[in-house]
């Protein structure tokens, strides 16, 4: 303590007091334990050598103190403004008789930009400012500082500046006498001595709120996802937490596809990243959304790992089928897909690329029908094989490398081969088509065709999938039906739960017979099964072919034939006689 000026009153004296405190932290440009130096005016002191009144010396400008190897900075106010004079209290040392009685802390609690990166109130990032707290409070010993403080905005942790932070209260921890009585360390802590928790110092953060990137978006919801954790540490170690939650994001929107968020988790341990990531769901644009928003079901299974910088890794632990339902389709994935999932402008932009095996068992004619209109299967085929099917959120939204076949297939209960399968994109309209080669009758008469699945591009509540709309069935072309005497040729179309014929084709056709020269007759025919009777699934199968042809003469002796009818049928009867008007 030191006196610079006296003036001597009646009945007591008004001195100017200084007094020097040697702190415990060194001064980083000198090496010594650093000082910092109070003042005071008009401190009275007594013909009996008492201090009449407070003598509350306050610090001369403002003092930082590196605390924790530099993970921190305290700053005390000073209470002198050495411009312009003014004194206020905010940091002071309040003196008595016997010496300093007090110390009144006001101080700036400040994080190094290595650690902790300001923001704004919209989070993003601020580089102009660094993470700031204050506090005031009184100690009686340097060594035992517990102060309450706040930050008032949000921040980050260095290297995962996406997510946000936002905490009402913080503990600055600088005693060795007690700890807060909100601590808890974590299990295994390794930055304390066993039996003396007391002697840890640090800053403590009890509740915080995390605020994930906008990518995480609600279906829905204009307002960020969040959730609230605990535990954060800042010590001479550096920070450290375990944050973690489950089941914060239900039902969300990655650019259209439907994805959930079921365990989120970052771990840092002094200053490092060395643990963070999601799992959850996300289901294929090719998959009807849920209506209960559960995707656990049908979509992919995934876990993310988040990296240094905020990218995600991604690896995909699908279930072993999953239902396309624009094809009408059980799908099975092999083990060497992918999900990617970027990051654009705020978006989640996933991409998969797919292979494995499709079973398709269409039954209804369109997305229309009813159950009870669609207890039939219109088509049947199982094996179908695809390599590098491309899923994305940008165009090409769909695309593929190869289609195969190697199983069994019917269309109308009838068998066939598949020769030639597509995928096409037409608007809003995606096509899965298939040339098929049908046997309507072993050894006897085979045909061709060609159908689309087709399925349309739905948007609704922030979500985009494609949703079964119908099949198209192209005319069936018949290139082959060799009845030694006679051939058939033509085309025909496709029934469709028909109250008499059932399912099956009908047409127009072409009757080639050979009586001497060839003659070829105009044709109407029908191919088509029935179950044998109610509740049966063995097929029915029938055919008939009924054929007239005139425009041509025969002579045959005394009378010409100008015209000649015929037909053929299989399972069929005739259900009417044919009149015949009188030629005499």
Same mark, same amino acid.
């Given at each position: 303590?030191?006196?610079?000026?006296?003036k001597?009153?009646?009945?007591?004296?008004?001195? +100017?007091?200084f007094?020097?405190?040697?702190?415990?932290?060194?001064?980083?440009a +000198?090496?010594k334990? $650093?000082?910092?130096?109070?003042?005071?005016?008009?401190v009275k002191?007594? $013909?009996?050598?008492?201090? &009449?009144?407070?003598?509350?010396?306050?610090?001369?400008?403002?003092v930082?103190i590196?605390?924790?190897?530099?993970?921190?900075?305290?700053?005390?106010?000073?209470?002198?403004?050495?411009? +312009?004079?003014?004194? !206020?209290?905010?940091t002071?040392?309040?003196?008595?008789?016997?010496?300093?009685?007090?110390?009144?802390l006001?101080?700036?609690?400040?994080?190094? !930009?290595?650690?902790?990166?300001?923001m704004d109130?919209?989070? $993003?990032?601020?580089?102009?400012?660094?993470?700031?707290?204050?506090?005031s409070?009184?100690?009686?010993?340097?060594? *035992?500082?517990?102060?309450?403080?706040?930050?008032?905005?949000?921040?980050a942790?260095?290297?995962l500046?996406?997510f946000a932070?936002?905490?009402?209260?913080?503990?600055?921890d600088?005693?060795?006498?007690k #700890?807060?009585?909100?601590?808890?360390?974590?299990?295994?802590?390794?930055?304390? &001595?066993?039996?003396?928790?007391?002697l840890?110092?640090?800053?403590?953060?009890?509740?915080? !709120?995390?605020?994930?990137?906008?990518?995480?978006?609600?279906?829905?919801?204009?307002?960020?996802?969040?959730?609230?954790?605990?535990?954060?540490?800042i *010590?001479?170690?550096?920070?450290?937490?375990n944050?973690?939650a489950?089941? %914060?994001?239900?039902?969300?929107?990655a650019?259209?596809?439907?994805?959930?968020?079921?365990?989120?988790?970052?771990?840092?341990?002094?200053?490092?990243?060395?643990?963070?990531?999601?799992?959850?769901?996300?289901?294929?644009?090719?998959?009807?959304?849920?209506?209960?928003?559960?995707?656990?079901?049908?979509?992919?299974?995934?876990k993310?790992?988040?990296?240094?910088?905020?990218?995600y890794?991604?690896?995909?632990?699908?279930?072993? #089928?999953l239902?396309?339902?624009?094809?009408?389709?059980?799908?099975?994935?092999?083990?060497d897909?992918?999900?990617?999932l970027l990051?654009?402008?705020?978006?989640?932009?996933?991409?998969a690329?797919?292979?494995?095996?499709? *079973?398709?068992?269409?039954?209804?004619?369109?997305?229309?029908?009813?159950?009870?209109?669609?207890? $039939?299967?219109? +088509?049947?085929?199982?094996? %179908?094989?695809?390599?590098?099917?491309?899923?994305?959120?940008?165009?090409?939204? %769909?695309?593929?490398?190869?289609f195969?076949?190697?199983?069994?297939a019917?269309?109308?209960?009838?068998?066939?081969?598949?020769?030639?399968?597509?995928l096409?994109?037409?608007?809003?309209?995606?096509?899965?088509?298939?040339?098929?080669?049908?046997?309507l009758?072993?050894?006897?008469?085979?045909?061709?065709t060609?159908?689309?699945?087709?399925?349309?591009?739905?948007?609704?509540?922030?979500?985009?999938?494609?949703?079964?709309?119908? &099949?198209?069935?192209?005319?069936?072309?018949?290139?082959s039906?060799?009845?030694?005497?006679?051939?058939?040729?033509?085309k025909?179309?496709?029934?469709r739960?028909?109250?008499?014929?059932g399912?099956?084709?009908?047409?127009?056709?072409?009757?080639?017979?050979?009586l001497?020269?060839?003659?070829?007759?105009?044709?109407?025919a029908?191919?088509?099964?029935?179950?044998?009777?109610?509740?049966?699934?063995?097929?029915f199968?029938?055919?008939?072919?009924?054929?007239?042809?005139?425009?041509?003469?025969?002579?045959?002796?005394?009378?010409s034939?100008?015209?000649i009818?015929g037909?053929?049928?299989?399972h069929?009867?005739?259900?009417?006689?044919?009149?015949? *008007?009188?030629?005499?």
């Amino acid at each position: 303590i030191g006196i610079s000026n006296a003036k001597f009153m009646l009945g007591y004296t008004e001195l +100017t007091v200084f007094c020097k405190v040697i702190l415990p932290q060194k001064d980083a440009a +000198t090496g010594k334990q $650093k000082e910092i130096f109070f003042g005071a005016d008009n401190v009275k002191l007594s $013909k009996g050598g008492g201090l &009449i009144g407070d003598a509350n010396l306050v610090l001369l400008g403002d003092v930082p103190i590196a605390f924790n190897g530099g993970n921190l900075l305290l700053t005390l106010k000073g209470g002198l403004d050495m411009q +312009t004079g003014k004194v !206020q209290k905010l940091t002071y040392a309040k003196l008595e008789c016997g010496g300093i009685k007090e110390i009144g802390l006001s101080a700036d609690v400040t994080f190094p !930009q290595s650690m902790l990166v300001a923001m704004d109130n919209n989070y $993003k990032t601020d580089n102009g400012r660094r993470v700031k707290g204050s506090f005031s409070t009184i100690v009686t010993d340097w060594n *035992d500082i517990l102060a309450e403080f706040s930050i008032p905005e949000p921040f980050a942790i260095k290297g995962l500046e996406n997510f946000a932070i936002t905490i009402d209260k913080a503990v600055f921890d600088f005693s060795d006498v007690k #700890n807060s009585a909100d601590v808890v360390f974590p299990p295994g802590y390794e930055n304390l &001595i066993p039996g003396n928790e007391q002697l840890w110092r640090g800053v403590y953060i009890n509740k915080l !709120q995390i605020i994930l990137p906008k990518e995480f978006k609600k279906r829905g919801k204009v307002e960020r996802v969040s959730f609230e954790a605990n535990q954060m540490l800042i *010590d001479n170690m550096g920070l450290t937490g375990n944050f973690a939650a489950n089941n %914060i994001l239900r039902s969300g929107s990655a650019s259209g596809w439907e994805f959930s968020v079921n365990k989120f988790f970052i771990d840092v341990k002094a200053n490092h990243l060395t643990a963070a990531g999601f799992d959850g769901y996300i289901a294929l644009p090719l998959t009807k959304t849920q209506k209960d928003d559960s995707l656990k079901s049908t979509a992919f299974g995934y876990k993310a790992i988040i990296s240094p910088g905020g990218q995600y890794l991604m690896r995909v632990s699908t279930l072993s #089928n999953l239902k396309f339902d624009v094809w009408q389709a059980s799908a099975h994935i092999d083990a060497d897909s992918y999900l990617e999932l970027l990051v654009n402008n705020g978006q989640f932009r996933p991409k998969a690329v797919l292979t494995g095996g499709l *079973d398709i068992n269409v039954v209804k004619q369109n997305s229309e029908e009813t159950k009870s209109d669609s207890s $039939k299967s219109i +088509t049947n085929i199982k094996g %179908i094989v695809f390599q590098q099917l491309v899923l994305q959120t940008e165009a090409p939204y %769909i695309q593929v490398k190869y289609f195969g076949y190697k199983g069994d297939a019917k269309l109308s209960n009838f068998p066939i081969s598949i020769y030639d399968i597509g995928l096409s994109i037409n608007s809003r309209q995606i096509m899965l088509g298939i040339g098929v080669k049908i046997n309507l009758m072993a050894g006897k008469i085979s045909a061709k065709t060609h159908f689309d699945i087709v399925g349309e591009m739905i948007a609704e509540n922030e979500t985009t999938h494609y949703a079964y709309k119908k &099949i198209e069935l192209n005319d069936i072309i018949i290139d082959s039906a060799n009845f030694g005497s006679f051939k058939i040729n033509g085309k025909v179309h496709f029934n469709r739960n028909h109250p008499t014929m059932g399912s099956g084709f009908e047409g127009d056709l072409i009757l080639t017979i050979k009586l001497g020269n060839e003659i070829k007759v105009s044709a109407k025919a029908a191919f088509g099964s029935k179950p044998l009777s109610t509740g049966e699934t063995t097929a029915f199968r029938y055919w008939y072919v009924d054929a007239l042809a005139s425009g041509f003469t025969i002579p045959c002796g005394t009378f010409s034939i100008t015209g000649i009818g015929g037909g053929a049928s299989y399972h069929m009867l005739r259900s009417a006689t044919m009149v015949v *008007d009188s030629i005499f």
